[in-house]
T-cell receptor, first 115, second 113 residues
């Protein structure tokens, strides 16, 4: 089965500093990868996805993600963090096993941006 | 996503009660999914439907059932609620095509006492 791992439960960063939220994947076949963000008391919002092509994917709110096939990683990045970026971030992979088509999610990383 | 509505937003119930969570969407997507979120576990798929005549079990379907009343409506039922079904539940429509992202509703917070 397809899976993703988010090795950090929480990431702390100072406002204005670059941030990275890590994700590694394990898939058979080509990986189709997604990042979502969840603000308190809200549903998940789509940030960006990698299907094919350029390894650097740009998304919403100034976020980008770098796909690295040799390291099986898809890390989320932002050059300059904002306090308003504080939220729960999920990495996900498209899973076609069992004849279905669903997203398999990581366990989430809580990002805290402090002044 | 403002085009996905879930009712109720919060519900407290007792063990053994039947509960229905409702979802409707105005995006016209034919695929709809129900996920459950527990702290530290991410999201797990309960059921999904590709059209009104197609219902499929996800990885944690035991204790749940669903009904696809129309393309825009997909409800989740707990026939006899138990405390370990206390969680945040999300409905997530998706458009056709293999790689389209899913849109999530605001969620229903369910507490089973």
């Amino acid at each position: 089965a397809q899976s993703v791992a988010q090795p950090e439960d929480q990431v702390n960063v100072a406002e204005g500093n670059p941030l990275t939220v890590k994700c590694t994947y394990s898939v058979s076949g080509n990986p189709y990868l997604f990042w979502y963000v969840q603000y308190p008391n809200r549903g998940l919002q789509f940030l960006l996805k990698y299907i094919t092509g350029d390894n650097l994917v740009k998304g919403s709110y100034g976020f980008e993600a770098e796909f690295n096939k040799s390291q099986t990683s898809f890390h989320l990045k932002k050059p300059s963090a904002l306090v308003s970026d504080s939220a729960l971030y999920f990495c996900a992979v498209r899973d076609f096993t069992g004849g279905g088509n669903k997203l398999t999610f990581g366990t989430g990383t809580q990002l805290k941006v402090e002044l | 996503d403002a085009d996905v509505t879930q009712t109720p937003r919060n519900r407290i119930t007792k063990t053994g009660k039947r509960i229905m969570l409702e979802c409707s969407q105005t995006k016209g997507h034919d695929r709809m999914y129900w996920y459950r979120q527990d702290p530290g576990l991410g999201l797990q798929l309960i059921y999904y439907s590709f059209d009104v005549k197609d219902i499929n079990k996800g990885e944690i379907s035991d204790g749940y059932s669903v009904s696809r009343q129309a393309q825009a409506k997909f409800s989740l039922s707990l026939e006899s609620a138990i405390p370990n079904q206390t969680a945040l539940y999300f409905c997530a429509p998706r458009g056709g095509g293999l790689y389209n992202e899913q849109f999530f509703g605001p969620g229903t917070r369910l507490t089973v006492l």
